[in-house]
């Protein structure tokens, strides 16, 4: 029986820690691929990239923004008025209307603002548990971790924090991501899902993390 076969299936406490460290001098200071200035725009952008790339969501509010960037403004467009900005993007019908339907709540309920809340973001149209995972880390930097697909690979090939669903990913990587790299582990993860370990062909040659990865697949060339 070789090294390899008698390692446990999920990554050691020091394996992780080396983990983050390696991800963390390959990237020090990570951050989301989708453009914004302000919470607001980060909010609206998150809520767009249901079912979509960052490339298309910057796409489309590069038009949009421009033009109104508050709720109050995009309010004043209303839905066939947003449409037009965002209707490159997969399921723009249905986005346009929890939009327009969460900037009234912003302005009718928070002044304009985006609440740093969990429970409010939550109740916004659109906005699920990853949405404000994600605004309240990279807008209020609070050290949540947004389970996305790629994240949940990785979370799972690697041994990290295999899960079934994507809140049993998070909540294991919330228990085992030392406090230092909670604030980064979501972008760190992410960036790794979305170029290295890939969900097709996973680029396990050019991987900084492949001796520690518990994957049995790993590809050659």
Known sequence: MNATSKRSKTLKPDEIRELFSRLAELNPKPTTELAYNTPFELLV????????????????????YPVANTPAAILALGEEGLKPYIATIGLFNAKAKNVIATCRILVEKYAGEVPRDRTALEALPGVGRKTAN?????????????????????ANRTGLAP????????????????????????????????????ARKPDCPHCVIRDLCRYKDKTVA
């Open 45 to 64: 952008a998150v809520i767009l990239s249901a079912q979509a790339t960052d490339v298309g969501v910057n796409k489309a509010t590069r038009r949009l």
């Open 134 to 154: 994600v605004v309240m880390n990279t807008a209020f930097g609070e050290p949540t971790i947004a389970v996305d697909t790629h994240i949940f690979r990785v």
């Open 163 to 198: 899960g079934k669903d994507v809140r049993a990913v998070e909540d294991k990587l919330m228990k085992v991501v030392p406090d230092e790299f909670k604030q980064d582990a979501h972008h760190w993860l992410i960036l790794h899902g979305r170029y290295v370990c890939k």
